[in-house]
């Protein structure tokens, strides 16, 4: 087994709107005709050009830093530097006006205002589709939609509209998820940290009466760490320890987390409300779970050093069942897809089944090994299976150069109060270091001249090592700090090819610039800028200067939710050879992507977050815990759900669009991801993104019993003696398959001809009327009946959908049932068709 860890990426260039709340900007007032009030916003639009500020600043740097007698050599002067003195708030406002006529041709708009001294920019009130217009201007770097000024959170409860929606539905975040269980299996957790305190003064916080569970007592997990919030806490290693590879000193032979993901994952899902973010000394905003009033229950049974393995997993799996978990999390899959049979007979995946059995909502992350098809690692059908998405927080940050060049990239640092002078690692050794070929990567200040290194930005190279953990972010940083620098640039390494980062943090203004192209750019203009001795060939002047802009405050995207690159897809493969099984995964896909959420004061798994509380991870291990804790909200509110139940509230109410209003998207490649995208279908996001306001009052369901999946399990060709030895139960007859499971999708792996499918919908609200639509999937047609339906409460209605191959085609294809109720409940089934083999080509 291992443990889904984080995955990196790149962040789009996005400069900080602070200026909304400094009040700095000329220009404000309105121009043009207005825009259609009924579906625009203002948005605010970021010009790639530099404002006027950085182009002063640059003069006032050189003047200090590069003449010693006073005057500005030609060299010295930037090559527009004959334009500032038309760089006034008028001639901006001009150049704006100028661009949104050639973007917006003849349409209507209406400009708010413009910027020109800090950022250059203006706000434009537009509809969406204009919005989409301007960001694909040359000219433009950024485009996001406006958003009040206030204290940023840790945003996945806010961008699932939990605060006014699923929360407000449950009283409160005070309540949300209270009397329900959560039980993590993953590398433990921290009980000191304040998101599992159960000091809660406004609630009464019991532990649940169905619970019965115990806390390990160590050294390392001593008396009193459980509480009312922690309600349980062991740990499994036996078949580490029985392997001989166990190390108790290092591993924590107890509950303790000393790794870091365990305790990521349980605050995502379970988590105190409003835990002050504060990482590297900088502020990020207040945490939150998704149901800050559930109980965690921790089941360790993966390890730092050399993960875990299914018989420790399976003994936890056990054991949370025993305890009477109402939910099992699971940020982990297997290393390789299962042999034998099929994938769902594996040991792990049988456990769960158990697990259902007892009523337990299981889910699990998809896997990281997207975007390639098959790549899913989770695959039974009473296993909720989740990708992971972006959300619509990001952070970034950019470093203007002296010639005028706007270069972005990722850094949760602060950005620098004006132009400083660049000096490369390697022109600033001291006279007695050796030229080592690791010396760029600025791992140890005592090789560096500090009189050439302070009060300058020192120049990095983020090479492959840093990827292998060799060299850390961290270090170069102290380094920079060490030698009183202004801040620290790293350009990428040329070897290190198509790398996605994650914003890391640091104490000092600084910059990681991703793109090798970018980077090229950065290192040709400082060569160009220094001045050798024509002797010594000694560096007698550097003349390269540049400006940070800080990545600390989050800017909010329209394109979100995203599927990202890395999550696993489908289709489920159903053995180790080349066939399909008839069940949808991933289920869906949720927040997964730059995740704020607590972390060990021990944990080791991300050095660039060693010693903080908390880190930013991505994957599906942190999409995963989003649907645990959601899980819980609709646990609490519909207590006797069954797990399929809860997997179908959050199935057929999921979204299908993205906050632009366009379809949701998918990265198809781990090189340029969003350069390499398009629509996603189920196998990249199963059902859609997460509804967890409409998750709560879904309308119909669909439900499937543990028989049902035996059922299933029993089809399978051989699978009786496996059967057997797994569950103890005897296979009769049973010809049904996973098309035949009522579940909330409906894949058909191979269509040979037709089919008919049916699929029972069970009402939890009022009587209500629906009517039926769908779209068929490309080369079948599909019928469903009846067309419109009145269905009273706690009654059953039966869907009948023929399909029916018209060509013959091995590609799959997708479509869509949609019901739409007279009460507001919209319910969506999505249909997978792989082969198509037709009557009238098998004829001929």
Not at 270 to 282: D, E, L, M, S
Request: net charge neutral; with cysteine; charged share 15%.
């Amino acid at each position: 087994m291992r443990v889904i860890l984080k995955m990196k990426r790149s962040i789009w260039f996005s400069l900080l709107m602070g200026v909304l709340f400094l009040g700095i900007f000329v220009g404000c007032g309105w121009s043009q005709e207005n825009a259609d009030s009924a579906t625009a916003a203002v948005y605010i639009v970021t010009l790639k050009k530099a404002p006027i500020s950085h182009f002063y600043g640059e003069l006032r740097v050189k003047n200090q830093h590069h003449s010693t007698n006073g005057r500005v050599t030609r060299l010295d002067i930037p090559s527009n530097i004959s334009h500032i003195d038309r760089m006034n708030g008028s001639y901006v406002s001009q150049m704006h006006d100028s661009l949104l006529r050639r973007a917006l041709r003849g349409e209507k708009y209406l400009k708010v205002c413009s910027y020109h001294y800090l950022i250059n920019g203006f706000a434009v009130f537009v509809t969406p589709l204009q919005a989409f217009k301007l960001a694909r201007r040359r000219e433009v770097s950024n485009i996001v939609l406006e958003f009040s000024v206030r204290t940023a959170t840790t945003h996945t409860p806010e961008f699932l509209g939990l605060p006014r929606g699923a929360w407000a539905q449950e009283g409160g975040y005070g309540t949300a998820g209270e009397g329900v269980v959560i039980g993590f299996i993953d590398t433990g957790i921290d009980p000191t940290h304040p998101s599992f305190s159960d000091n809660s003064p406004e609630q009464t916080y019991p532990v649940p009466e169905h619970f019965s569970g115990i806390c390990e007592v160590t050294q390392d997990f001593p008396s009193g760490s459980c509480n009312r919030k922690l309600v349980g806490a062991r740990h499994f290693a036996a078949s580490a320890i029985t392997r001989g590879i166990f190390n108790a000193t290092k591993d924590y032979a107890s509950p303790f987390d000393g790794d870091g993901h365990g305790t990521h994952t349980a605050s995502i899902a379970a988590g105190n409300h409003g835990i002050p973010v504060i990482v590297a000394g900088h502020n990020f905003g207040n945490a939150s779970g998704m149901a800050p009033h559930s109980h965690i229950a921790v089941y360790k049974a993966l390890y730092k050093s050399f993960g875990g393995f299914a018989a420790d997993v399976v003994a936890a799996i056990d054991q949370a069942a025993q305890d009477g978990v109402d939910i099992i999390s699971l940020s982990i899959t297997p290393n390789r897809r299962p042999p034998g049979l099929a994938t769902f007979f594996n040991p792990i995946d049988m456990a769960l089944l158990s697990a259902v059995k007892a009523g337990i909502f299981v889910v699990q992350a998809a896997g990281n090994t997207g975007p390639s098809p098959k790549s899913v690692a989770s695959f039974s059908p009473w296993i909720f299976t989740v990708g992971a998405s972006t959300h619509d927080r990001v952070y970034s940050n950019s470093i203007v150069l002296g010639n005028n060049i706007t270069i972005s990239g990722v850094g949760l640092a602060s950005g620098t109060d004006g132009m400083y002078m660049l000096v490369s690692a390697i022109h600033a050794l001291n006279d007695t270091a050796a030229k080592d070929m690791y010396v760029s990567e600025c791992q140890d200040a005592s090789k560096f001249n500090q009189t050439l290194v302070q009060g300058n930005l020192l120049l990095c190279s983020y090479s492959i090592r840093f990827v292998l953990g060799l060299s850390t972010i961290k270090q170069a940083s102290e380094t920079a700090e060490n030698l009183s620098a202004a801040g620290v640039v790293f350009s990428m390494d040329p070897f290190v090819i198509s790398f996605q980062l994650n914003p890391v943090p640091m104490r000092l203004p600084g910059i990681i610039i991703p793109s090798q192209d970018d980077s090229k750019i950065l290192l040709q203009y400082y060569n160009s800028s220094l001045e050798e001795d024509e002797t010594t060939k000694k560096i007698v002047k550097f003349g390269a200067v540049a400006c940070i802009s800080g990545g600390i405050k989050a800017n909010f995207s329209l394109s979100a939710p995203k599927v990202m690159y890395y999550s696993a897809r489908g289709p489920d493969p159903e053995d180790s050879s080349v066939d399909d099984a008839d069940i949808l995964k991933p289920n869906l896909v949720a927040p997964g992507n730059s995740v704020w959420a607590a972390w060990s004061s021990r944990g080791a798994e991300s050095i660039e977050f060693q010693g903080e509380s908390f880190a930013m991870m991505s994957g599906t291990s942190m999409a995963a815990p989003h649907i645990a804790g959601l899980a819980a909200l609709i646990k609490q509110k519909f207590p006797t759900f069954s797990p399929a139940a809860i997997g179908s509230a959050l199935s057929t109410t999921a979204s299908l669009r993205n906050k632009y209003g366009g379809p949701i998207l998918a990265q198809r490649a781990y090189a340029n991801p969003d350069s390499n995208q398009s629509p996603a279908t189920p196998f990249d996001m199963g059902s859609g993104f997460v509804n967890a306001t409409a998750a709560l009052d879904p309308g119909l369901i669909l439900d499937t019993s543990y028989n049902d999946y035996m059922a299933f399990l029993c089809g399978i060709n051989g699978s009786a003696p496996v059967l057997l030895n797994y569950t103890g139960e005897s296979c009769g007859v049973s010809t049904m398959n996973g098309i035949d499971l009522n579940m909330p999708s409906i894949t058909i792996s191979k269509l040979n001809q037709s089919r008919k499918v049916q699929r029972t919908l069970s009402n939890i609200a009022g009587n209500e009327t629906y009517i039926v639509g769908w779209s068929a999937p490309y080369g079948v047609s599909v019928k469903v009946t009846p067309k419109r339906f009145f269905v009273a409460s706690g009654q059953q209605q039966v869907l009948n959908v023929f399909f029916n191959a018209t060509m013959n085609n091995s590609t799959a294809s997708f479509g869509r049932i949609g019901l739409l109720g007279n009460q507001g409940h919209v319910v969506n089934i999505p249909l997978s068709v792989i082969v198509k083999i037709s009557y009238h080509s098998t004829n001929s």
